[in-house]
């Protein structure tokens, strides 16, 4: 730990090489836990000295989005704040994209205004690894399509971690949309790396049999699972990515999965109960369970702050300004 205006900063890790956050799937036990410890450092460092660390001064964060989203960009450019950075707040909606610029063109349009990191999110898989080749700055996955959201993952599995430090000992039950949910396969890569027993829970139609194959236990019956659950981490139905409905109707969903009053009787009596937001009330969760005892829902978007702090802070906070902007600038005459 460094002093920092007397409050305690964590150390940077030696063993951190990586520069882009791109998924779960390739990060190792290991990474994963030193994200989660640094995410705690941090924030416990930045509430402690009541104002903005100056880790990434200097530094600029563009948030590069292409789909909605309330939670994980503003707290994107929250934790860069925090930390010191300025950030650019770039929407498809009312950009240059409308006139037809390409996504990789448009990326590199704002990485030449001297960004160092480029947060990004669209409805297509695999566009966060397509502009960490065609980019030289660092690129952090905000959510690709149905693939991935590491830091959704991330934070997911630091909310759990509070609670049940044990994940040997863990059952993780997601429960609903998981075919179309990226944050269902980052949970589930982070969660089986840390040791814990993961339950996909939904209808046929949503949870194929092909899950197993990710280690995972599929289960079509939440009523048969819900008493050896530690967890329950209740995923939207994602119907802006399907072009026919999975079930007859909501409320027939509704009846077999969202989790109710009647439902918790029947649950472990410490049971905790996640979403990643944004929640359909009556659909996957009813608001007496959404804002009951057992929900740790809003403690989940805390925790989005300090795991996007510390994935800020160690993609960057050793590397050097080399965007094409710092290098234009490094030969010209004053
Ligand atoms: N959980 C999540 O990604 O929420 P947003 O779409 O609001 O960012």
């Known amino acids: 730990m460094t002093a920092h205006a007397s409050v305690l900063l964590p150390t940077y890790p030696d063993n951190w090489k990586r520069r882009h956050l791109l998924d779960l799937e390739s ?12 995410a705690e450092s941090l924030y416990k460092a930045y509430t402690a000295a009541g104002q903005k660390l100056s880790l990434l001064n200097g530094r600029t964060i563009a948030n590069l989005f292409y789909e909605n989203s309330t939670r994980t960009r503003n707290s994107f450019s929250l934790a860069a704040k925090r930390l010191g950075a300025d950030t650019v707040e770039f929407a498809s909606s009312s950009s240059s994209v409308s006139k037809g610029e390409t996504y990789i063109d448009t990326a590199k349009t704002i990485e030449a205004m001297g960004v160092d990191a480029v947060v990004t999110r669209h409805a297509t898989p695999g566009t966060s690894h397509l502009l960490a080749q065609h980019l030289n700055c660092s690129v952090l996955n905000a959510g690709d399509g149905p693939h991935e959201h590491p830091t959704q993952g991330l934070l ?14 863990l059952t993780v039950a997601l429960v609903g949309d998981i075919a179309h949910s990226r944050t269902a396969r980052s949970n589930i890569w982070g969660l089986k790396k840390l040791g ?36 329950l981490n209740l995923l939207r139905i994602q119907f ?95």
């Open 196 to 231: 814990a027993h993961v339950i996909v829970c939904g209808p046929a139609t949503l949870v194929s049999r092909k899950w197993e194959s990710l280690g995972v236990e599929v289960a079509h019956n939440l009523d048969k699972i819900l008493h050896r659950c530690d967890v």
């Open 27 to 38: 990060l190792s036990a290991e990474e994963i836990v030193t994200i989660l410890d640094t």
């Open 156 to 169: 997911d599995i630091l909310t759990i971690r509070q609670h049940r430090p044990n994940f040997k000992d």
């Open 240 to 334: 802006e990515r399907q072009d026919t409905r999975p079930f007859p109707s909501v409320r027939e969903y509704a009846l077999l999965y969202a989790m109710n009053s009647e439902r918790m009787k029947n649950s472990k009596p410490n049971i905790l109960i996640m979403a990643p937001g944004p929640i359909n009330r009556g659909v996957e969760i009813t608001p007496e369970v959404a804002d009951g005892p057992h929900s740790v829902i809003l403690e989940q978007v805390t925790n989005g702050i300090a795991i996007r702090m510390a994935v800020l802070w160690l993609l960057l906070g050793q590397s050097k300004r080399t965007t094409p902007a710092i290098r234009q600038y490094e030969g010209v005459r004053t």
